[in-house]
């Protein structure tokens, strides 16, 4: 009984999506009722109303669950009516969709939901844009409906793949009854083998959880055949997730670069044992929360650009607080590397306990930009956009860097009085000029690096404390003094700690990791890329 | 390697090439020295003289190459700088290099031939013999004054002298000379030359100098090195008339 | 013999130092055990722990000093030597627990019952022995500097990336010490020790005995190491930190003498700690942590690289001074500490002891 | 400076930290102090800060009511800077130099375990508002903080009921808390009938910052056809970037939901947490909870926190409990004396924020109701199950091998943290 309503119901679905003639009528005296369920805000009483809604094909159907679905359906207390809240914040009734101008938004309660519920409205939504115009939706809709497994949507697919135009829509039409198909006892065999074959095709983590939930009861042949397509999938799978490690490794070794890159300048290149380089990281994460909460405030349209203005703005406070730090203690303590190791130090616990006492101990919210946020698929492999953007732009500043030490009359200025102080200040440059820019180059870089961390990692007053020991293997394990060595490094590390997290887990990995690089330093003790001239000797 | 060499030479070099990335420091080198000799060895920078005696040393490794000391005994080659010193090669760098917050006392006691290992010199006294070694040093290298002044304090000459001292106090068979009298006034020059002649009495010297006036001073056999070979041999005059060594100096 | 050698070579601030320390070693005790409390002669347990604390400190960071300030090695793990005489002996008082533990395991520790072990592991063999456990207290921070640096100086190992080796090494231990499977508490680590050689860990007495343990093993390591740098050996040593090669030419084989000196200095450290432990009541993987031993590092340069007594004096001053503050100005004692430590190298780079024991004692700070 | 002067004269160490001497030599009517022991620098000083101010502004308020027996109270606050023997070492200064009443401190359990023997020692009064792995029952520490329990099982218990999950992550940074709390579920699981291969148990680092490899294998492991769900017992620290990547990775929480134990509002505050909506947090308390109590407590944070952006978390409760229970055991004694107050502590009952009453059962654990809740776009935490009654701390987990026999009663004749109902004997005095 229930079962042929259903399919009446979803046949009226189409009908109505197929010609747009209002079907509410059929339903009109339970639709308040329906509607009703909302407003109890029981969860279970929440799903029967989801439920009942998408199948009554009422016009605004769509509008409640997806209002439900974002938290914008309410109800009144009072009268148990239910509104629809839009996205412009004006409040709509719910059985008519009109504008509703007398209700106070403070007498509405908003309806909640949980993760069961979500699932239902996911599914829904796919019953209900299954006939949107916008291929986009169709194809989401079919996605839902497949991971939701709604077998009484078959009847609303079948009709869909029959008007479908679109190829892509069509193949994920095709997919999401192939999904409901394998496990519907009613089909012939013949086509649930062949279900199984089109998820075998589609070939990702969503086909194998479908291949994989086959009911204890199916037939043998489909269970060998289902089984045989998910080993498939799996082999492709553990394929990919190789490749996988190695872009994980990659990213990881890109950020340690990048908390390195400025090191490499500041105790690389100038032999200061900076132990207040984590701070100038953290000043620039800091400032990228500045920079956000100053948009979100006064512009939240420009929010998106939100790094491209702290990164400046990082270069600069860190880069200047770096310079003030070598004006006022570095300087006085050339040729003395380990001293500067105990004055950086003492920096390093001032500049943490400022940070504390302005913004406070706890962490800040620095958000990801649209561009940063998700993560696409390549190929089946999935690549987060965070990540992506930090190579990328890790890449970027290490070019960078090296054209301004190459090619620049700075560049040229800084490697004189690297490998000969004495002379540089013979030829009139101003050595302690140079060395003021060059720790503040260093630290700026630092400050860089602070704002692509925040995208990934804590900002707290913590935050340099994590960085700062890597960033000393990363600079030794790759040669002091070498810029390229730095890169190598980095990546090296990256990689190899992200090939055997693995199999030794991520502790155990990074021990390993450590103890590679020292029995190394036994090797070559003077990194990889061992330099010639002034190192950071003591 | 192929067992000792029979040679009668104290130090024997032959074949010896040094390159750093491409750059030939020593090529082919060959040089003997016989015991009991003092030679001058000059040559314009970059002929390769202090590399000579980083291979001497062990500081450096040869590319190819033999050296051998005390009549082909030793492979210096396959020595580190330590054991080659208890061999009996002392040196004195270019640069005088003493241990400048140690006394001028201690900077000769450190260097008194006596057991290197670590537990003889942690339980070492003050003996009477020692006494008497560095008094003879302080006699002859002229610092007893300075006896217990910090070496750090000491004038450009004084450390000279001490590191000559030092090399002294070891009493090795060879002491290697590196420019010993770089920056010196004429007196301070003559003195050292004086010096050098009475250790080479007791002891074979190789002296390397860029100042001919010296040279002539010390008045022994001389080897002109060039781009990392030897160019010529024999008395000043005869190097001084070659004409190869002219150009060599004054530039084609 | 060793005894009257020194006696001629000691400076009156070392006559100072050693008088005062001897004198706490006493005192303190007697003030404690004896004074009625209220007295103003009663010297507080508070007091006592603290006092007993502080002189482990001292004698980590005089060991410390023994190889940066005298032969430029600059260990940036010295804290792992400190923390594995730690552990030795945190196991020790965790074996002697026995059946007291809450769950009255006579074999396993407590928290090896909760996470479910099943038997003892081999590295916890012979740990109820006191003797074993004091011996393996020296014995594994020796061992462990000996293969480090046996490696390190014979391939030439120095400066900075000696340091940071150093650091790896105390860092890798502090992750390994973390890992539960290591079977050593975890984050943890070793506490509710009972009873060491049979008296309450938590007894006065006991607490001034470990006091006076600790200042006499202070005495003896400040002996040790004056009678090392006051030698020839000593000579070398210096003459290895201010011109390595040199010392070479003459004949010198420098790795052995770094050698015996890290190891020397090891061993110091890990007695350091074996008396630490009882007297905090607790031992961890944060012990280990890079953070810990640069803060030794400081200690000795705020007191005086080179000089004995003012890497010991550093590590009081420090420790005084964080104690002080974190309980004066708790909210803000980061800048202050801070402030001192830049300020110390700025203008007292030699040290406290290094710039005024001269003028004071007409000390020689670099012998 | 006159405290410095103590220290090194060791002058006036009157009665070294005999608390119970303490009233007879304070004139009546001078403040009487309450410690505050939480790290203000270090890398505990994220979380404890804010338990800290909330100390300061639950005192000031007994204050404004006049204090407790005619006495003001007043803060001892130091900084142990995340270093545990410095816990140690500040615990011993509060009660024997600075003679404090009570402490209120510590958050990790390695601070609680070093400063244990101290308060034990000095017979003084410790608040420890933390969630924690339990195994563990002391005289002289009231815990007010979920024990396993109180947090853990229900949310699991809550997981299998409402969200049908069959496979089971157990992700968790390598200390103690997790470890116990993973074995206590592990057994708890098994005892439901889940199989060793539907469970995956995974450790990582403190600050663990790069969690792409783990997120991936959670994701791999939940693509085998059952409903999966990860119990994560991460560490603060590492849980922004731990939440960062899952949202990254586009793991929705209705298709592997994360239920957290250690993720309060605060945490959240640091993260965009639109990504997240749906992941569950299983406490004691949330800021969310509609009732005028809490509506009051959050008024008067705001006002003494100047900031009305700042959020109230679980631990903040506990301390809110703990305090007034304190307050309400000194009036029953009529004394501050530790050892009268310990004894009164037992049975006090106070009002919590979430509209019940709790109370200290004879192990020192309290009652609470269990609160499971779904991460809203806003960083707040909304309930949707929640304990029909409260529920008993339960120090000695049933499900241990070790602790199953174990039970803490600390009323006399009793009074013992561990008796072993088997043996009938008290452990730890054999």
Not at chain 1, 305 to 333: D, H, K, M, N, Q
Request: net charge neutral; with cysteine; aromatic share 8%.
């Amino acid at each position: 009984m229930k079962k042929l309503s259903l399919a009446i119901a979803s046949l009226l679905l189409v009908l109505a999506a197929l010609l747009t003639v209002p079907a509410g009528s059929a339903f009109a005296q339970t639709i308040e009722e329906t509607i009703a369920k909302f407003a109890t805000d029981r969860f279970p009483d929440t799903t029967r109303g989801v439920e009942e809604i998408t199948r009554s094909g009422h016009p605004t159907a769509l509008a409640i669950v997806e209002a439900l679905g974002d938290n914008r359906l309410a109800y009144r207390r009072a009268d148990r009516r239910v509104f629809v809240i839009g996205t412009d914040d004006k409040i709509r009734s719910a059985e008519t969709g009109a504008v509703e101008t007398d209700v106070d938004i403070d007498d509405l309660r908003r309806v909640r939901i949980n993760n069961p519920i979500r699932q239902t409205i996911a599914a829904a939504l796919g019953a209900l844009r299954l006939g949107s115009s916008d291929p986009g939706q169709r194809r989401a809709a079919a996605e839902a409906i497949m991971q939701a497994r709604e077998a009484d949507q078959a009847p609303a697919l079948e009709a869909a793949l029959g008007r479908e135009k679109d190829a892509r829509v069509a193949t994920a039409i095709t997919q999401a009854l192939a999904a409901l198909r394998i496990v519907d006892t009613k089909q012939p065999e013949s086509v649930r083998l062949a279900a199984i074959d089109t998820l075998a095709d589609r070939g990702d983590r969503e086909a194998l959880v479908m291949l994989r939930s086959l009911p204890a009861d199916a037939p043998a042949a489909i269970k060998q055949r289902a089984e045989r397509a998910a080993a498939g999938v799996e082999r492709h799978l553990s394929i990919l997730s190789g490749v996988q490690n190695i872009f994980f490794g990659l990213s990881l070794g890109s950020v340690l670069l990048l908390a390195a890159i400025g090191l490499a300048i500041t105790f690389g290149v100038m032999g200061i044992i900076n132990m207040a380089h984590g701070e100038m990281v953290m000043l620039g994460a800091y400032t990228t929360f500045i920079v956000q909460e100053f948009l979100r405030a006064n512009a939240p349209g420009l929010f998106d650009w939100s790094l491209l203005f702290a990164l400046p703005l990082a270069f600069l406070v860190s880069g200047g607080v770096g310079i003030a730090i070598e004006r006022t203690v570095i300087r006085f303590l050339y040729g003395r590397p380990l001293e500067t190791l105990l004055a950086t130090w003492g920096v390093s616990l001032a500049l943490q306990q400022a940070v504390r006492t302005i913004f406070g101990s706890s962490n800040r919210e620095v958000g990801n930009p649209a561009f940063m946020t998700g993560s696409f698929d390549l190929f089946g492999i999935a690549l987060t956009w965070s990540r992506l953007w930090i190579v990328v732009f890790t890449v970027v500043v290490f070019a960078c860097l090296l054209f301004v030490i190459r090619y620049t009359d700075y560049g040229l200025r800084m490697r004189a009085v690297v490998q000969n102080r004495a002379m540089a200040g013979s030829v009139g440059i101003r050595t302690n000029w140079i060395d003021a820019l060059t720790f503040g180059l260093g630290s700026g870089i630092a400050g860089i690096a602070g704002v692509a961390l925040s995208q990934i990692d804590n900002v707290s007053p913590n935050l340099g404390q994590g960085y700062i020991i890597d960033s000393f293997m990363v600079v030794v394990f790759g040669g002091v003094g070498s810029l390229w060595g730095t890169l190598v490094a980095a990546l090296t590390l990256g990689i190899a700690n992200k090939l055997l997290e693995p199999l030794a887990g991520a502790v155990l990995g990074k021990i390993l990791i450590l103890v590679f690089i020292i029995l190394f330093i036994q090797k070559r003790p003077r990194g990889l890329f061992a330099q010639k001239g002034r190192t950071a000797e003591s | 390697m192929n067992g000792p060499k029979t040679t009668e030479a104290l130090l024997y070099l032959d074949g010896v090439s040094v390159s750093f990335d491409g750059f030939k420091a020593l090529n082919q080198l060959a040089l003997l020295i016989a015991p009991g000799e003092m030679r001058a060895i000059v040559g314009p920078n970059g002929a390769g003289k202090t590399t000579m005696m980083d291979v001497i040393t062990g500081k450096t490794r040869p590319d190819t190459g033999d050296v051998l000391f005390d009549g082909g005994q030793h492979d210096l080659t396959r020595l580190d700088e330590a054991t080659i010193a208890e061999l009996g090669i002392g040196r004195k760098f270019q640069k005088p290099t003493v241990f400048e917050s140690h006394t001028v006392e201690d900077n000769l006691r450190l260097a008194l031939k006596a057991p290197r290992s670590v537990f003889p010199t942690l339980t070492a006294r003050r003996t009477a013999e020692e006494k008497a070694r560095l008094d003879e040093l302080f006699a002859t290298v002229k610092l007893g004054s300075q006896r217990n002044t910090q070496a750090g304090g000491l004038s450009h000459g004084q450390k000279q002298w001490l590191e000559i001292g030092m090399l002294l106090a070891q009493d090795p068979a060879l002491l290697l000379v590196d420019e010993p009298v770089a920056g010196m006034t004429d007196a301070e020059t003559f003195e050292t030359a004086e010096l050098l002649k009475r250790i080479n009495r007791t002891h074979s010297v190789v002296v390397v100098e860029h100042d001919m006036a010296f040279v002539r001073e010390l008045g022994v056999k001389v080897t002109v090195l060039h781009e990392g070979s030897v160019l010529a041999e024999g008395t000043i005059d005869q190097v001084s008339a070659d004409q190869r060594v002219v150009e060599v100096y004054l530039g084609r | 013999m060793i005894v009257q050698r020194l006696a001629g070579r000691l400076g009156i601030s070392e006559i100072a130092f050693i008088a005062a320390v001897a004198g706490l070693a006493v005192l303190v005790p007697l003030a404690n055990l004896t004074m009625p409390e209220g007295s103003l002669l009663h010297v507080s347990n508070a007091t006592v722990v603290l006092f007993g604390k502080w002189m482990c400190y001292a004698l980590l960071a005089l060991s410390l000093d023994l190889v940066w300030g005298y032969c430029g090695i600059l260990s940036l793990g010295h804290g792992a030597f400190f923390a594995l005489g730690g552990y030795a002996m945190g196991m020790y008082l965790m074996r002697t627990i026995g059946t007291r533990g809450v769950y009255g395991n006579a074999i396993l520790p407590d928290f090896m019952v909760f996470l479910n072990w099943k038997e003892l592991p081999y590295t916890w063999y012979f740990f109820d022995w006191f003797g074993y456990s004091a011996l393996m207290a020296m014995l594994v921070p020796g061992a462990l500097a000996f293969v480090l640096g046996w490696f390190a100086f014979r391939s030439r190992v120095t400066g900075v990336y000696l340091s940071i080796i150093t650091q790896a090494v105390t860092y890798a231990l502090q992750l390994a010490f973390f890992r539960n499977d290591m079977g050593f508490g975890g984050n943890n680590g070793l506490t509710d020790f009972k009873d060491i050689l049979g008296f309450q860990v938590q007894a006065q007495t006991t607490r001034a005995t470990l006091f006076a343990l600790s200042a006499l093993a202070l005495l003896g390591g400040f002996a040790a190491a004056k009678a090392i740098v006051s030698s020839k050996l000593g000579l070398v040593l210096i003459a290895i930190r201010d011109a390595e090669t040199r010392t070479r030419f003459i004949g010198y084989r420098v790795e052995h003498y770094k050698l015996f000196v890290f190891v020397v200095s090891a061993v110091m450290a890990g007695i350091a700690g074996a008396l630490y432990v009882p007297q905090v009541g607790i031992i961890n993987p944060s012990e280990f942590s890079p953070a810990n031993s640069i803060e030794a590092v400081i200690w000795v340069a705020v007191g005086g690289r080179g000089t004995l007594i003012g890497a010991a004096l550093g590590a009081v001053l420090v420790n005084a001074a964080k104690t002080w503050l974190t309980a004066a100005i708790p909210t803000v004692w980061l800048f202050a500490l801070g402030a001192l430590f830049i300020l110390v190298t700025l203008f007292l780079p030699r040290g406290i002891v290094g710039t005024f024991g001269s003028k004071l004692f007409g000390h020689r700070w670099s012998k | 400076m006159r405290f410095t002067r103590r220290r090194f004269l060791g002058t006036t160490a009157a009665v070294a930290g005999m608390a119970l001497a303490a009233p007879s030599i304070r004139a009546q009517g001078a403040p009487v102090k309450v410690g505050v022991l939480h790290s203000l620098s270090g890398t505990m000083a994220i979380s404890e800060t804010t338990l800290k101010d909330v100390m300061l502004m639950l005192i000031e308020d007994q204050n404004k009511k006049g204090g407790i027996l005619g006495r003001k109270l007043e803060a001892a606050v130091v900084d142990p800077a995340s270093n545990w023997p410095l816990f140690a070492e500040k615990a011993r200064e509060l009660i024997s130099g600075q003679k404090v009443a009570a402490t209120f401190g510590c958050w990790t359990s390695v601070s609680r375990k070093s400063v244990l023997p101290v308060f034990e020692e000095l017979n003084s009064i410790l608040f420890y508002p933390v969630q924690y792995e339990g195994e563990e029952s002391s005289k002289n520490v009231f815990y007010t903080g979920a024990a396993p329990n109180q947090q853990a099982i229900p949310a699991v218990d809550y997981l299998m009921a409402s969200e049908k999950v069959q496979r089971w992550v157990l992700a968790g940074t390598d200390y103690v808390y997790p470890r116990t709390t993973n074995r206590i579920l592990e057994a708890y699981l098994k005892l439901k009938g889940v199989k060793q291969e539907d469970i995956l148990i995974n450790y990582t680092p403190f600050g663990h910052s790069d969690w792409q490899t783990i997120v991936r294998q959670i994701k791999a492991f939940g693509s085998q056809g059952k409903k999966t769900a990860v119990v994560s017992t991460i560490n603060g620290d590492a849980n922004v970037p731990f939440y960062k990547e899952l949202g990254n990775q586009g793991i929705a929480a209705k298709d592997i939901p994360v239920v957290a134990f250690s993720v309060g509002e605060e945490e959240l505050a640091g993260i965009d947490t639109k990504p997240l909506v749906g992941h569950l947090a299983a406490w004691n308390y949330f800021m969310s909870i509609d009732t005028p109590e809490n509506a009051d407590f959050i008024k008067k944070w705001h006002a003494f926190i100047k900031n009305p952006k700042r959020v109230t978390n679980d631990p903040m409760e506990a301390h809110y409990i703990g305090f007034n229970m304190w307050v309400k055991a000194v009036e029953k004694a009529g004394t501050f004396d530790a050892e009268a107050v310990i004894d009164a502590m037992v049975g006090v009952s106070v009002p919590n924020l979430t509209g019940g009453m709790s109370s200290m059962m004879p192990n020192h654990h309290i009652t609470k109701p269990v609160l499971i809740g779904e991460i809203q776009g806003n960083g707040q935490i909304n309930t949707v199950w929640q304990t029909s009654g409260l529920v008993v701390g339960d120090e000695w987990s049933d499900y241990l091998e070790g602790s199953k026999d174990l039970i803490s009663d600390w009323r006399k004749p009793m009074s013992c943290g561990n008796f072993n109902v088997k043996t009938g004997k008290c452990g730890g005095k054999a």
